[in-house]
Structure formats: C-alpha cells, structure tokens
C-alpha cells in the first residue's frame, strides 16, 4: 500500500468524515451523534482534512489551530475499517505535526482513558500525559490531555 495522500477536506468530504467519526469509537462510547459530529467537521475554526489509499478515502483529521493556550489542538482523528494499522493514523499526525511545526512549539490531544489502544498510539508517537479530567463526558472515564513538544 502506498503511502496516503492527504488534502483539505471538501464539504461532501467533511460529510464524510463526520459519518467516519460517529460510526466507530470512541465517539459512540462518548454520545457524539452524526449532528455533533457534522457540526464539528463543519465548524469554521476547524481545519479537517482527508487521507486517501490508493484513491480511495481511508481516513480524516480535525485540527483547531489555536485549540488549547493557543497552541494546536488535534480534535479528532479517525481511520477507516479496513485501514487500520496500515499506517494511515501515523501519516495524518505526522501531517498536522508538519502542518503547525514552524509556528508551533507544542502540539496538545485529548485521549479517552477507555481508549487504550490509542492511548498506546500516541505515547508511541512521542505524546506524554499532561493532565487527567476525571468523569469529563461519561462518568468513570478520564479525559486524558496528551503534549508533544514539536520542535
């Protein structure tokens, strides 16, 4: 498989990835609907942007630019079944990593403490643990707050 090739996300792509986003976890674990999560790809402080696998759309990414002390802030990242583990997760944080390195010392994300498999993604990355909301969205789980230093 070749490596994806990412873009800015077209309105009938943003319709996509808020389809992509709702139909899998941890979205339905958190209670974000389809609406909630059309309105986060559509917000316009939000930058969303697509993966394609050999031309096919195989992932997105929803990035605000000022999200967190006014430092970048990955909102959202998702990768579609049949996808998974073939590298399509890495190329979109290596993207908004690149994408925000030459204004930005620090990157920021949110991880769900039931959420393991991420977790261990991006602490494979070079994301550590920053900070904890305990019972954020759903009672009995953490938000975890998650820091990279880019550069």
């Known amino acids: 498989m070749s490596r994806p090739q990412i873009t800015p996300a077209t309105e009938q792509q943003r319709d996509w990835a808020a389809l992509l986003f709702a139909g ?8 974000s609907t389809l609406e909630r999560c059309r309105a986060a790809c559509s917000h316009p402080e939000y930058l969303v942007y697509v993966a394609k696998c050999d031309g096919q759309l195989c992932g997105a990414i929803v990035l605000h630019p000022r999200g967190v002390a006014g430092s970048p802030y990955i909102k959202s990242i998702a990768v579609a079944e049949g996808h998974k583990s073939r590298g399509t997760g890495a190329a979109l944080m290596e993207f908004a990593e690149d994408l925000f390195r030459s204004e930005s010392r620090h990157i920021f994300l949110c991880v769900s403490s039931f959420n393991t498999r991420a977790l261990a993604f991006y602490e494979r990355l070079g994301y550590k643990p920053v900070g904890e909301f305990k019972d954020y969205v759903i009672e009995g789980a953490s938000e975890i707050l998650m820091h990279k230093l880019l550069r």
């Open 24 to 31: 899998q976890d941890p979205w339905i674990t958190l209670g």
